[in-house]
């Protein structure tokens, strides 16, 4: 059985080196998001090629406690204002790759009828790559897609704005699933 | 030197490391029957569903001003503009204290900022956190007041106690018994009467407001007696008080989805009580709601004083009452544009003057700073966004700038 985090030593010692070190250093989030920001594991979210507003906005957002999450929360406790904004701009530099998750035959058919009536394209762009502080979904990791989508619906998600929170209220068990499995397949 | 670290912390890191964020789970079979859209949507009618429009978000972290095209800023001969402060994420509202603090506020983030020159050194301190969309500040003897999303609190004797606020005491709670969705943060003034005037926002783009929902309306601090001042207004997030009638004048955002040129931002002048501004009923006091206008009229309701522009979200305004610029400024309004986002071309992202006559007509509006707005088509088009205005005892005016954190001064040298 895999473990449900393979990445745990990696984050120990990127937690270690951040703790000894305080510096933004990209080396500590390729850790667990893997080499350029490409995850390798469906629960750790691609950091990659997404808009620089949105991963400064997500630093802020651990630091200052709207989104609470035991990896996350001390790696952006240290970091500054200034410090998010570097390395924001430098993981919206790194190319996404192709990603590796397959979606299901019929995930494939009914996943843009989804998109269209959940209104994904209204702000993450047309082609979901997102746009300014909102993500990038084409080819984001699937567990992760899913995690977010039921907190959002369950109000559990740090939301600045409430927007999505709003957004994810209409969606079924299985709306999430067709989602999360056709976004997580899509070429960004 | 130590060689290794204490196993306390290692076992920390490894708990941390290993330990599972826990998912928000959901039951099964809790599917809404029904899709509310985000309140910015609501409203749209079928044919906007697949409109690219949207509104902006600020850099919560801020930017630096070296970052920014500042050269692209605009002011009329004989005044300069200039970076004043910076590093002050989501400034919003601004008020300036009796010693020259000027506190600054969040919307979005929860803190508010004191902005201090000591031993000629410019410096933001973040004086409160973790409050509740703080979006409204005002001082006054010594008190700084603020608007949070339900409630209004006092922190007395503010300026001497920078490094070690007082605790907040309530001047008045229970202010969002409905938690509602959409406009549910406040603008705050201290009126020549004593009291504090905020306002209380629709709860969603086109609905039908509560009682006491899209009002200004106003509470003494001494008592906690709150009075409605105006009615029909969707959000107010600009007042001021004239220097010389001490009448109460406001801005407000009408209704979006309409058109691109329909209806303007208004500027709205109380002359008297009971007034009624129209929403949701006629918007701009001439132009009745398609759904909510049916069978009214607009000669029900009191017009604006100013038709601003369509989206062009006007936000703070202050009197300016200054010794610095030309004596033409005396009494005229600032107002600060954040807008335009819910129009195919964008507009405003910047500073308007507003002169009126003595019998407090408008003779004349005009841009005063502008130069955020460089792409109309652009997706964002601007680069900044004009949020309050402060008039400094020197008589400059400084702009807050939630998008990027900045605090500009407008100086004028003859």
């Known amino acids: ?188 | 030197m130590r060689t290794a670290l204490p196993v306390s912390v290692l076992a920390f890191a490894a708990s941390l490391a290993c330990s599972l964020v826990a998912q928000a789970q959901q039951g099964p079979g809790s599917a809404a029957p029904a899709a509310a859209p985000p309140s910015w949507q609501q409203g749209r009618n079928p044919e906007q569903d697949a409109s690219p429009l949207h509104p902006f978000a600020p850099h919560m972290t801020g930017r630096a001003a070296k970052e920014l095209p500042l050269d692209k800023l605009k002011v009329p001969a004989g005044f300069k503009v200039e970076v004043w402060a910076e590093g002050i994420p989501e400034a919003r509202s601004l008020a300036l204290g009796d010693k020259g603090t000027v506190f600054v506020s969040n919307r979005l983030s929860k803190n508010v900022y004191a902005v201090v020159d000591r031993n000629g050194e410019r410096q933001v301190k973040t004086l409160l956190k973790g409050l509740d969309a703080p979006n409204g500040i005002a001082f006054s003897k010594g008190t700084l007041f603020i608007a949070e999303h339900h409630r209004i609190t006092r922190y007395d004797n503010i300026e001497a106690n920078l490094d070690n606020p007082p605790q907040a005491k309530v001047v008045v709670d229970g202010l969002d018994p409905d938690k509602q969705p959409g406009h549910f943060w406040k603008f705050l003034a201290m009126g020549p009467d004593g009291k504090l005037y905020y306002n209380v926002g629709a709860p969603g783009n086109i609905v039908m407001p509560g009682y006491f929902q899209a009002t200004v309306s106003r509470v003494d601090p001494k008592t906690g007696v709150i009075e409605t001042v105006a009615s029909g207004v969707r959000n107010s997030v600009g007042m001021d008080f004239h220097p010389k009638t001490k009448q109460l004048w406001f801005t407000n955002h009408a209704r979006d989805w309409l058109s691109d040129d329909l209806p303007n931002d208004t500027l709205h002048r109380v002359s008297r009580k009971g007034m009624h501004f129209g929403y949701p009923f006629c918007h701009q006091g001439d132009t009745l709601d398609p759904e909510f206008g049916k069978n009214r009229s607009c000669k029900e309701f009191d017009p604006p004083a100013l038709k601003l522009g369509a989206h062009i979200a006007p936000i703070g305004m202050r009197f300016y009452n200054g010794k610095m610029f030309p004596a033409e400024y005396q009494n005229n309004i600032f107002i600060a544009m954040r807008g335009s986002w819910n129009r195919t071309v964008k507009q405003g992202y910047n500073v308007m003057r507003v002169v009126l006559d003595e019998g407090g007509k408008v003779t004349k509006y005009e841009p005063f700073l502008t130069g955020f707005l460089v792409d109309e088509r652009a997706d964002p088009p601007m680069w900044g966004r004009p949020n309050d205005v402060l008039v400094m005892r020197d008589g400059s005016l400084l702009v807050s700038d939630d998008q990027n954190g900045i605090l500009y001064r407008v100086s004028y040298q003859k």
């Not at chain 1, 473990?3 to 000894?20: E, K, Q, W």
């Not at chain 1, 790759?97 to 993450?124: E, I, M, W, Y």
């Not at chain 1, 994810?168 to 056709?182: C, F, G, N, T, W």
């Open chain 1, 1 to 188: 059985m895999r473990s449900r985090f393979p990445n745990a030593a990696a984050a120990t010692a990127a937690f270690l080196f951040a703790a000894a070190a305080g510096a933004a250093d990209p080396n500590l989030c390729v850790a667990c998001h893997g080499d350029g920001g490409n995850s390798a594991n469906p629960e750790v979210p691609s950091i990659s090629q997404q808009p620089a507003q949105f991963l400064s906005t997500a630093l802020f957002m651990y630091r200052e406690g709207y989104r609470k999450e035991a990896q996350m929360a001390p790696m952006a406790a240290k970091l500054s204002n200034a410090e998010m904004n570097e390395l924001a701009a430098y993981f919206a530099k790194q190319a996404a790759a192709a990603p590796r998750h397959q979606t299901s035959a019929a995930n494939l058919k009914d996943g843009p009828a989804a998109v269209q009536k959940f209104n994904c394209a209204q702000c993450h762009g047309p082609r979901l790559l997102g746009l300014q502080h909102i993500p990038r979904l084409a080819g984001q990791q699937f567990q992760y897609l899913r995690a977010q989508l039921r907190a959002f619906k369950a109000g559990k998600r740090g939301d600045l704005d409430g927007k999505m929170s709003e957004s994810a209220q209409p969606l079924s068990d299985r709306d999430i699933e067709v989602l999360a499995d056709y976004l997580a397949g899509l070429v960004p």
